[in-house]
């Protein structure tokens, strides 16, 4: 198959496998998005959904976050990982949004990027979920199955949004971004699946004789 057929084939079973593309993580407005995804890196989504709701009890906006001390963001957010640094990133962050943003959340890919403790993917997937602006964020998940579905050479995460959104018609993005990692976990996972497994990797690549090896992310 070409790469543009595999890439045509890919969108057409995931919109029927997956339908509805709920987002992963709790929250309730861009600034509690936010947070939840700054929490996520190198951590699971359930986990991030066990420990934000007494996070988000106590602060869910920045002007309340303020209020709390680094400490006391970190004791909660500790389950987590990375709990020094992200909860510094929490408090500064919520300071400069009060400052230079009026306490909002920017609807803006440089202002976000900015922002201490937010990448790229960070930014992308609150410009994508919260204010429905077309992007690609891509996790490990993703990275990983670009390379085995033959869309990317997975050089790096760069390099996988690039190519991807080369292939994808951009209405679709914030879905398949979404589709995408549902399938991972569900099918495509790093161990449960060597390029040979899964549904769309034998109709993808049916002859393939040996275990893809993926470039990490």
Known sequence: ??????????????????????????????????????LSAQCTDERVNQVTPALFARASTPQAMLLLSVEDIRTIIRPCGLSPQKSKAIAGLSQILIEEHDGEVPEDMDALERLPGVGHKTASVVMSQAFGVPAFPVDTHIHRLAQRWGLSSGKSVVQTERDLKKLFPEEYWNRLHLQIIFYGREFCSARGCDGRVCEICQHCYPNRKNPKVTRKA
């Open 1 to 38: 198959m070409l790469k543009a057929e595999r890439a045509s084939y890919i969108l057409q079973r995931l919109q029927e496998l997956y339908p509805e593309t709920p987002v992963p993580l709790d929250h309730s407005d861009p600034f509690t998005l936010l947070i939840a995804v700054l």
